[in-house]
Each structure stands twice: as structure tokens, then as C-alpha cells.
């Protein structure tokens, strides 16, 4: 499958890259997965923590913990993850998710009833608890499809020079295939390259943009 997703961010760098070039010219002037039905707003109360492992100093997994919030004051008895996805669960209840581990949206059961433990099988969520609960999540059935975002997501060029940021795409919902690149119509005295110019999911997922602004190129 061949898709062309970045109309919107050529326009969107494109737009980055003049207002910098305005800057220059007058020093004086000034870019789903597994369901569940219903949401409530967070608050935030009892935290959920999380262990991060940075990528210097062979730091071990689970040496350091970031306090997070979770958005409910109920006890959180179980956890999961599966297609990427954070499942947890706990008393009266409760139901959360992320795709992060940061950041937690609550999910309407449809239970009172404790949940004790979840666990993630054959393309399905079950979570388990007092008085013989059981309730199933299936993933969404929604159709494959992609995200995409820039770091940096602006750039300051001059006339004359050239600037680069890296294009990350994040596959949602299992999609798959080759992706093309692509900036549509960029002013005169422009360019927009993208090394590679095609990116096959899941084996590639970024790609190095320049934008180069030609001499000519007025504010």
C-alpha cells in the first residue's frame, strides 16, 4: 500500500522556514490501538510510576522511577501491555489506558466490582476480579493507518543556506507498506528533500528533511 500523507507538512514547514527567513531579513523585527467505550476526566490524584532506562552510562532498567499521574484515588491492582498499549486495572472497577505510560485516560468498565489483574492474548484485553468478574476488551477495528512528526518541528534558515529536522512515522492499527514523501508545491526559490524519500513500515520510520532557501527568496 502506497500512501502520501505530508500535503499538510510541507505547508507546515514550508510556512516554519519563511517566518524564519523574515526573522533574519529584520534583525529589528521581529505535526488508534485497543478500545474501550467511554471516557472520564482525569484528576489528579493517586499516581502511577513508571521506570525509564537512559541510554548513557548503563543505567539498569527499573534503578529509576518517574512519578506519573493516573487520574483516579482507587487502588491499582494489575497492569498489562499488549500492541501498544498500557492497560491497568484496580478497586471499583477501575480501567485505564496509555500509549505511553505517561499519560492515563480513564475507561468505563461497566463494573463495581475489584479488578485484581489483566492480561493481554490473541488480540484481546481481560481483566478479571471479585465476584467472578470477567470482561474482555477487543482491539479496535479500525483501519490501519499512520502518524507524523518532526524534531525539531521548526527550523530557522537564512537566505542562501539549509536547515535539517527528521520526520518520524508512527504506525497505528498495524499498518504496514511503503510510504512516499513528498513536499507539494513549495514557494519558488524552496526546496524540500527528503533522505529517503520513501519509507517502508515497519522497517523504516524516519527520514532526514531539508529545506533549503534559495538567495532569491524575499520575506
Known amino acids: 500500500m502506497v500512501r502520501n500523507k505530508l500535503s499538510w507538512l510541507g505547508a507546515f514547514l514550508l510556512l516554519a522556514v519563511l517566518l524564519s527567513v523574515s526573522a533574519f531579513s529584520h534583525p529589528s523585527g521581529k505535526g488508534t490501538?485497543?478500545?474501550?467505550?467511554?471516557t472520564e476526566g482525569m484528576q489528579p490524584t493517586r499516581s502511577v510510576e513508571e521506570s525509564s532506562?537512559?541510554?548513557?552510562?548503563?543505567?539498569?532498567?527499573?534503578?529509576?522511577?518517574?512519578?506519573?499521574?493516573?487520574?483516579?484515588?482507587?487502588?491499582?491492582?494489575?497492569?498489562?501491555?499488549?500492541?501498544?498499549?498500557?492497560?491497568?486495572?484496580?478497586?471499583n472497577g477501575t480501567i485505564l489506558?496509555?500509549?505511553?505510560?505517561?499519560?492515563?485516560?480513564?475507561?468505563?468498565?461497566?463494573?463495581k466490582s475489584d479488578l485484581g489483574g489483566v492480561t493481554y492474548g490473541n488480540g484481546i484485553f481481560v481483566a478479571v476480579g471479585w465476584d467472578g468478574t470477567i470482561l474482555t476488551?477487543?482491539?479496535?477495528?479500525?483501519p490501519p493507518d499512520f502518524t507524523l512528526s518532526l524534531n525539531p518541528t521548526s527550523l530557522t534558515v537564512n537566505q542562501g543556506e539549509s536547515g535539517t529536522?527528521?520526520?518520524t512515522l508512527t504506525p497505528q492499527?498495524?499498518?504496514?507498506?511503503?510510504?512516499?514523501?513528498?513536499?507539494?508545491?513549495?514557494?519558488?526559490?524552496?526546496?524540500?528533500?527528503?533522505?529517503?524519500?520513501?519509507?517502508?513500515?515497519p522497517g523504516q520510520t524516519r527520514s532526514t528533511v531539508t529545506v533549503e532557501v534559495g538567495t532569491s527568496v524575499r520575506p
Open 33 to 38: 490501538g485497543g478500545t474501550a467505550t467511554g
Open 97 to 111: 489506558t496509555s500509549r505511553d505510560g505517561v499519560k492515563w485516560t480513564k475507561r468505563v468498565s461497566g463494573t
Open 173 to 201: 492499527n498495524g499498518f504496514t507498506g511503503a510510504v512516499s514523501l513528498s513536499a507539494v508545491n513549495p514557494p519558488d526559490g524552496i526546496t524540500v528533500r527528503f533522505n529517503p524519500s520513501s519509507l517502508n513500515v
Open 137 to 142: 476488551s477487543p482491539l479496535s477495528s479500525a
Open 53 to 91: 532506562c537512559p541510554g548513557t552510562g548503563g543505567t539498569e532498567a527499573g534503578t529509576i522511577w518517574t512519578k506519573r499521574t493516573s487520574g483516579t484515588k482507587n487502588t491499582l491492582l494489575g497492569v498489562t501491555y499488549g500492541n501498544g498499549i498500557f492497560v491497568a486495572v484496580g478497586l
Open 165 to 167: 529536522t527528521t520526520l
